[in-house]
């Protein structure tokens, strides 16, 4: 596997349900981030990792909670959630700041496309 | 505040010819990187260009080039030579200033090309 990977591609839950979505990069990064994008919206930031530790969580509600075990993986855990949350949820890593275009380069997963019903 | 705008909902372009999409930003940060993205169908945000405050020459990747209007606060996107494989989603980014040592990017509305045979 190369570059950032998501699984599932696309998960359909109830409001009762618990599912994660789970992300991995294959690239060395030491930064992972977690975006919702919504239809008719900018892509919003919800969660960053840096260095496995959160440094970034954008008021994003408690039934979101994000899970960094290590710098390669990185999970998104949710429970009893609301037919608006239904998006596509991107994961993303880069490099921390350094010298040279690569350190600000964010690499984008597939996506997961959550519907809520 | 940081601020991305994108005032193209929609553009569509001739096969063969180049199309230019707008992006504006607002900072009061002298030091801030540009960036260009694409999102297909598929849902992947691909990075296409990044320009940097201090970057005396515009970039330039391929057939993508970034023209970048310092005063202005414009940093427009100009694919030339269309091809079919351009129709996408395209979004100006620009890395947020008090970043803390990640990537911590604010993404425009986004801009939909089309590109007719």
């Known amino acids: 596997e190369t570059g950032v990977t998501q699984t599932p591609r696309h998960l359909v839950m109830g409001m009762t349900n618990k599912k994660s979505l789970k992300c991995e990069q294959h690239?060395?990064?030491?930064?992972m981030y977690w975006y919702k994008q919504s239809a008719k919206k900018p892509l919003e930031l919800m969660f960053v990792?840096?260095?496995?530790?959160?440094?970034e969580n954008n008021s994003v509600p408690s039934r979101f909670s994000p899970e960094c075990p290590n710098s390669s993986h990185l999970f998104l855990h949710l429970h009893t959630l609301q037919p608006e949350d239904s998006a596509l949820y991107l994961c993303?890593?880069?490099?921390?700041f350094g010298s040279g275009l690569a350190d600000y380069e964010q690499y984008f997963g597939p996506g997961t496309r959550l519907t809520v019903t | 505040a940081q601020k991305i705008t994108q005032t193209q909902p929609g553009m569509f372009v001739q096969e063969k010819e180049a199309v230019t999409l707008d992006c504006t930003y607002d900072?009061?940060?002298?030091?801030?990187?540009l960036f260009w993205y694409k999102q297909p169908s598929s849902g992947e945000m691909i990075f296409l260009i990044y320009?940097?405050?201090?970057?005396?020459q515009n970039a330039t990747e391929g057939r993508y080039s970034l023209n970048f209007q310092k005063a202005r606060k414009s940093a427009n996107l100009v694919i030339s030579a269309s091809q079919l494989g351009d129709s996408a989603m395209y979004f100006c980014?620009?890395?947020?200033?008090?970043?803390?040592?990640?990537?911590?990017?604010?993404f425009g509305a986004g801009t939909r090309l089309a590109v007719h045979p």
């Open positions: 320009q940097g405050s201090y970057d005396q």
């Open positions: 900072t009061s940060d002298p030091s801030y990187g």
């Open positions: 993303a890593s880069s490099q921390d």
């Open positions: 990792y840096s260095l496995e530790e959160r440094v």
């Open positions: 980014a620009m890395r947020e200033s008090d970043s803390g040592g990640y990537n911590k990017l604010i």
């Open positions: 690239l060395g990064h030491n930064a």
